[in-house]
């Protein structure tokens, strides 16, 4: 998993739970990392798994929770370091739209050895867009917390309901519609 992932969510935790509860989590997981990530590294998956586990026990709000508010946390620190992304997009249906054909790609020439989750889209309109997202790691809500976010950036109103299609959330269906 890219590094960039590890210090956005290190960088949320100290946000919305403070710098003790940071150390807390680290301290309390064994990483082999040590827990000093770079946004250009790349770590093991189950540091992520560690550090989320480790803190839905100390805040006691559920790892789905966490995944959503990270996603949605996250956004803004993927805008920040690559704003060139999203503004070519002059809608959030737009911009969904072309993760695969688009965003993607650029994050695979920033960051060849990504594992990415793939997202099909099943059917659109103006308004409203049908997807499936498949990816080994079932981060699911985070994925969601994008999409969330991603209404939010452009200032629309969005309903997300969503479908595991299997019971360990690797593949799900997302339905959007952007209201108003």
Excluded at 34 to 52: C, K, P, Q
Excluded at 132 to 140: A, D, T
């Amino acid at each position: 998993m890219k590094g960039i992932v590890f210090t956005e969510f290190l960088d949320m935790v100290e946000a919305s739970y403070g710098l003790e509860v940071v150390d807390s989590i680290i301290e309390n997981c064994e990483l082999p990392s040590g827990g000093a990530y770079t946004a250009v590294g790349t770590y093991n998956f189950n540091e992520m798994v560690s550090l989320l586990s480790q803190l839905s026990n100390v805040t006691g709000a559920s790892q789905q929770d966490l995944l959503y508010s990270f996603g949605h946390y996250l956004f803004g620190g993927l805008v920040q370091a690559h704003p060139d992304v999203v503004t070519n997009y002059k809608s959030p249906i737009g911009l969904l739209n072309c993760i695969e054909d688009h965003i993607h790609v650029h994050v695979r020439k920033l960051y060849p050895d990504a594992e990415l989750p793939e997202f099909k889209i099943i059917s659109k309109t103006e308004n409203t867009m049908e997807m499936i997202y498949s990816s080994s790691r079932g981060l699911y809500a985070l994925a969601h917390g994008l999409i969330v976010k991603t209404f939010e950036y452009f200032h629309k109103a969005v309903n997300v309901d969503y479908k595991l299609l299997n019971e360990n959330g690797t593949e799900v269906r997302f339905n959007i519609t952007q209201k108003g």
